[in-house]
């Protein structure tokens, strides 16, 4: 593996490598781009096949989080972290505060908060070693029902696209994924009247999800071939591939994970296909815009409606990938792109 060979690839600024032998705790802190300002984003707890896997991962979820906060108007760069984990149990407060305390040796550079595998009771225990943490309990909290609300608003701007109305009543929607985000997200759905066809992994989530808005249950596996209007992926990214591609019976991929396309290929297949595709780190950036709330002291309120105009953003890229004859990821990253560029043109001048 090629390590500066991948951070050159996408222009990383950098790559930290940190390890506390006494917790067990093998962490990576990746910083892409902090042009607009101090890099945000999420600690990712996962076990990974390999450290290379790690990496990649890293790197790639950096610089998604630098085009979300591009993309939503937020004064804010792009960075990631991912802890190691070995499937053995841990003491989580050690493991977080060695996190804490790497990511307080980059004094602001980098501000993390909750992603998959961590909590706010997690946060708390980097609170204990640095500032640079948000989503801490009794402040903005769980992000998952803003980040549903953002999905939701640009669920239906990717309805009005497709089918020329962005009422979801009556709309089959098959949701992948019934944890925080893809849970509110359905009750959403539920509330306007949509027909839900859910899947997870794990049965529990499925049945209360079932139980709760008359959802029908699909095995993990099926959820590709449900004939549907929307796919919502809520789970975790990659999950249009070369064989799910061949499975895809909807018009519109609309969800709140991360990373969806396994390449950028895959993005070009589906517009091949006439799949309508709302851009992962456009349509789920409710989750930045709650935790950026709790940086700038901002009602839960203001968060929610920050969320809702996704909305009008979700226009806006459909409305330039038609402009310019983009797939609607490429249109997306041309938004981002613009606005970095634009910021980092500006003439300084002495203060």
Known sequence: MELFQLLAEH????????????????????????????????????????????VIDVLRLAKGMTYKAAVAGLNLGGGKSVIMADGKPVDREAIFRAHGRFVESLKGRYITAEDVGTSPPDMDYIYLETSHVVGLQGRSGDPSPVTAHGVY????ASALTKFGDDSLKGKTIAVQGCGHVGYYLCQYLAEEG??????????????RVADEFKARAVKPEQIYGVEADIFAPCALGAVVNDTTLAQFKVKVIAGGANNVLAE????????RKGILYAPDYVINAGGLMNVNGELEGWSADRAHRKAGEIYDTMLKVFELAKEEGLPTYRAADRLAERRIAAVAKLKRTWV
């Open 153 to 156: 608003r640009g669920m239906a």
């Open 194 to 207: 949509a027909r839900l066809v859910v899947a997870d992994l794990a049965a529990e989530k499925v049945q």
């Open 11 to 54: 222009d990383h600024e950098q790559l930290l490598f940190c390890h506390e032998p006494s917790s067990g705790y093998r962490g990576l802190i990746a910083i892409h781009n902090t042009t607009l300002g101090p890099a945000l984003g999420g600690t990712r707890y996962w076990k990974y096949a390999s450290e290379e896997e790690a």
């Open 264 to 271: 950028p290929r895959h993005g070009d297949e589906l517009e």
